[in-house]
T-cell receptor, first 113, second 112 residues
């Protein structure tokens, strides 16, 4: 069965600093990979996704993620964090296009000024 | 604009009562999902449907049921609510053109 691990429950970064959120998955074939963001009291919004092709994908709000098959990872990055990026971030994996997704436990990002 | 709506947004109920959470989407998506969100667990899949009359159990389906009589709706029923079912519930639908999930705003359920 698929599984997703987000090792960091909480991360605090200073505004303007770079950010990397880690995500590791367990699945034999090439998975469909996603990052979602949830602001307090809100639903989830898609940041970016990887299905195939270029392993570095760009998303909204200046985020990017890199798929590394050898490490079974799909880490999310942003070069300069803004206070409005404070939220909870979820990595998700699907084993077939269009089918159910398995989510990680989430990483809560706090941005300090 | 197409959307996905959940109701009620907040509900308090008592142990043993039956509760139904509604989910309605106007994208005409075949694939719909119910997840629950709990601190430290992220989102866990309860039930899902790939079309009318199709329903499937997710990883935490005990105590829950769904029905799919049309494309737009996937109501989630708690047959006999338990305190362990206190959670935030999210409905989502998936567009096959994009392969991504679109989420509702969530329903916060408290079972006393």
């Amino acid at each position: 069965a698929q599984s997703v691990t987000q090792p960091d429950i909480h991360i605090t970064v200073s505004e303007g600093a770079s950010l990397e959120l880690r995500c590791n998955y367990s699945y034999g074939a090439t998975p469909y990979l996603f990052w979602y963001v949830q602001s307090p009291g809100q639903g989830l919004q898609l940041l970016l996704k990887y299905f195939s092709g270029d392993t570095l994908v760009q998303g909204i709000k200046g985020f990017e993620a890199e798929f590394k098959r050898s490490q079974s990872s799909f880490n999310l990055r942003k070069p300069s964090v803004h206070w409005s990026d404070a939220a909870e971030y979820f990595c998700a994996v699907g084993e077939e296009y269009g089918n159910k997704l398995v989510f990680g436990a989430g990483t809560i990002l706090r941005v300090k000024s | 604009d197409a959307e996905i709506t959940q109701s009620p947004r907040h509900k308090i109920t008592e142990t043993g009562r039956q509760v139904t959470l509604a989910c309605h989407q106007t994208w005409n998506h075949n694939n719909m999902f119910w997840y629950r969100q709990d601190l430290g667990h992220g989102l866990r899949l309860i039930h899902y449907s790939y079309g009318v009359q199709d329903t499937n159990k997710g990883e935490v389906s005990d105590g829950y049921s769904v029905s799919r009589s049309n494309t737009e709706d996937l109501p989630l029923t708690l047959e006999s609510a338990a305190s362990s079912q206190t959670s935030v519930y999210f409905c989502a639908s998936m567009g096959l053109a994009t392969g991504e999930l679109f989420f509702g705003e969530g329903s916060r359920l408290t079972v006393l």
